[in-house]
């Protein structure tokens, strides 16, 4: 058997495999969370747990509504979305004037209220959500057998990124968006409705963690916590990436997923922290991150 | 006029006097359950312990003594912090006779300082580390339903003496998961087999995917989950999605009949596993699981019906000695035999452990499986001597007597 660093060579494939679907869902939640701040200067606290929010939407609907999983991808995040857009309206809209310290704080707060409510509601304990019948088995790859749905997840993260960075990229609506963060008021002298867009952005983000959340959901089980133990490392993943870079929050994202992975073979004690050791040197290096704008 | 004042005082105590005594006679028998009611260990013991327990109670007539008998249950959310100062607030405050002890070994460690200090005798049931009657022993402590020496000489020595000689674990990082694990490891050893590796695991963890690759790439012939609840049902389902079980034999160290009805027979089939206690072993144990389905829904587990069969006991021995004195019931508990639905000839041993038959189980094909809850088909029958040893732990102080 070849070894690296004395490590059989498929255990590194192996756990670099589970690396790129962990990274998938970095991607797409930091990506939410660069989305928000890169256009609306908020560090949006309660991502984790509209992420959260996201797979519970999937799993009352399976539950009590019948609504299966290809509709859950769709309808869950919509739902979520609008929940997010409320909160903008009522709470978020009145704090851009403010320091940015200010929305962290609503929007932990309001993290630890939805987190609380869940708790009250379905108890701590996991409930368990059934991988879709369409994506159950598994391809063996030679050195594991990779099961279907998690090849689904890392195929639908990459589209779903590149999409998004293609629209605020490469588009008229992205260039206006753009140009609404950087002088609003003179883009609303164009005739452009700034608070509208500025609306719609916050529940995009929003809906891409539900939509990280749906897809998690036959992953992990479905849990209130869910969401507050996978947000501090996404939030390390976009400083990491640069606070508000798109690029940098979705390449960022699925690399620092491989290098978790490769920390598993070689040092797994230190897996649970290697993101954040990075995020200290890149800090030290680049304070505006890998990608980030001096 | 101090005659009078005199009389009207004496009055007045021997009034006093009269209530207290009132009192005592009224004062109610108060048995606890301090479980994990809502994580990982929630389906093994939880709200059907609560059920169970109670159903005891209303067997023995809801009155022992004449006083009448209370129930109390708190969640620990598997913290032995909470649970050791529920259980402290509860004696100071409630006048707490008995505490049942639900899941999570570590808790139950943490417990059981306080029935020592309280004086309160403590049936450990659902949680299987035995250092609870080795290093942890109190003189109060009853380990009742299963330990994890014994899962180790029921589960681990079938799959040796089988062939399965080389073993990785995958195991719960705390007390109840190293214990499991140094409990098989030494049936591994002692049969000749040998221990590849281990990986440790935090309690709750959901995503067991990278641990397995772990295990896999070992080589052993043999996963060993020495975990539970949850944590057991999620490391067999995502072995089962990464094709693990196809070249690994997976060892359930502890599994519940309500992990395998949510795995279901078609991931679960084939295994071996240990336990104290099945609804479908005897006329007794299916009357038990008849009635206890009738409230539930579910079949009972070694846990719920050992809730069942040791608040049972306990009120038994109190009735016996005529008195809650912890000492006294302690004393007899340990003097008399348990015979009821959860076991035949059960004693309590100098350490606290309540040794019992075991039986080594393996789960049933979805085609062996006839009706509802037919699971388990019966490999060995251990006597309780063979599935702990005869003698008391000499870690134990206690045993030492």
Redesign the interface.
């Known amino acids: 058997m070849t070894a690296v660093f004395g490590v059989?060579l498929?255990?590194i494939l192996?756990?670099l495999m589970?690396g790129l679907?962990n990274g998938s869902f970095y991607a797409l939640l930091s990506l939410g969370l660069a989305v928000i701040f890169g256009l609306l200067g908020v560090v949006n606290f309660a991502h984790g747990a509209f992420y959260m929010l996201g797979a519970f939407a999937a799993y009352v609907g399976l539950q009590f509504l019948g609504v299966n999983y290809w509709c859950a991808l769709i309808l869950a995040p919509l739902a979520v979305g609008l929940l997010g857009i409320v909160v903008e309206r009522l709470f978020l809209r009145h704090l851009y004037q403010l320091d940015p310290l200010y929305g962290l704080l609503l929007t932990f707060g309001m993290a630890l209220i939805a987190e609380g409510c869940m708790r009250g509601l379905f108890?701590?304990?996991?409930k368990?959500y059934p991988?879709p019948e369409l994506l159950r088995g598994?391809f063996?790859l030679g050195f594991?057998?990779l099961?279907i749905?998690r090849a689904w997840v890392i195929l639908a993260s990459v589209t779903v990124c590149g999409t998004t960075w293609f629209l605020i990229e490469r588009t008229r609506l992205g260039s206006r968006l753009r140009a609404a963060t950087e002088n609003a008021r003179l883009v609303q002298a164009f005739g452009i409705n700034v608070p509208i867009m500025v609306m719609s952005t916050y529940g995009a983000g929003v809906a891409l963690a539900a939509l990280a959340g749906v897809l998690a959901a036959p992953?992990?089980?479905v849990?209130p916590l869910?969401g507050s133990s996978l947000v501090i490392v996404v939030f390390a993943v976009v400083v990491i990436g640069g606070m508000g870079s798109i690029l940098g929050a979705i390449v960022s994202g699925l690399v620092l997923g491989l290098v978790e992975?490769l920390t598993?073979v070689i040092y797994?004690e230190a897996?649970n922290i290697v993101v954040f050791v990075i995020m200290a040197m890149v800090l030290m290096w680049r304070p505006t991150g890998l990608f980030g704008k001096e | 006029m101090v005659l009078k004042s005199t009389a009207a005082a004496l009055g007045a105590f021997l009034s006093l006097c009269i209530a207290s005594q009132a009192g005592a006679a009224g004062e109610p028998v108060v048995i606890g359950d301090i479980d994990d009611l809502s994580g990982v260990y929630a389906d093994a013991a939880g709200q059907g312990a609560i059920e169970a327990a109670n159903m005891a109670i209303a067997d023995f007539g809801g009155t022992v003594l004449g006083r009448k008998i209370v129930f109390l249950s708190a969640d620990h959310q598997n913290k032995p912090d909470i649970g050791a100062s529920k259980f402290r607030e509860w004696a100071d405050q409630n006048g707490l006779n008995m505490l049942l002890g639900g899941s999570n070994t570590g808790v139950s460690i943490a417990m059981s300082k306080v029935a020592a200090a309280k004086k309160v005798p403590l049936f450990e049931i659902g949680a299987g580390g035995s250092s609870l009657t080795g290093a942890d022993c109190t003189a109060y402590s009853v380990h009742y339903a299963y330990d994890t020496t014994a899962l180790g000489n029921g589960t681990a020595s079938a799959i040796v003496k089988q062939g399965g000689k080389s073993w990785f674990f995958v195991t719960a990082d705390y007390a109840f998961g190293t214990q499991l694990q140094e409990a098989a490891t030494r049936v591994v050893l002692a049969n000749g087999g040998k221990v590849l590796g281990a990986v440790r695991a935090p309690l709750g963890t959901t995503d067991y995917s990278s641990f397995l690759l772990q295990a896999q790439s070992s080589g052993a012939q043999v996963l060993g989950l020495a975990n539970a609840g949850t944590d057991f049902s999620n490391s067999l389902k995502a072995a089962d999605e990464f094709g693990i079980t196809k070249t690994m034999k997976p060892a359930a160290l502890l599994a519940f009949i309500s992990d395998i009805h949510s795995l279901t027979l078609q991931t679960a089939q084939g295994l071996y596993l240990t336990t104290g206690w099945y609804w479908d072993l005897n006329d007794e144990t299916r009357a038990f699981g008849k009635r206890y389905f009738g409230k539930m829904k579910k079949e009972p587990t070694m846990d719920q019906a050992g809730y069942y069969s040791a608040t049972l006991q306990y009120l038994n021995a109190v009735k016996a000695v005529g008195s809650t004195d912890p000492d006294l019931v302690m004393a007899q508990l340990k003097k008399a035999k348990i015979n009821d639905m959860f076991t035949k000839n059960g004693y309590i041993r100098a350490d606290g452990l309540m040794v019992h038959t075991m039986y080594v189980m393996q789960v049933k094909t979805p085609a062996e499986s006839k009706y509802p809850w037919d699971y388990y088909k019966v490999i060995k029958v251990m006597s309780g001597e063979e599935a702990d040893g005869a003698q008391p732990d000499p870690a134990c102080t206690l045993a030492k007597k």
């Open positions: 059989p498929p255990a192996g756990q589970l679907v108890g701590v304990s996991g368990s991988v598994g063996n594991m057998v099961p749905y992953v992990v089980q849990s869910m992975g598993k797994p897996s």
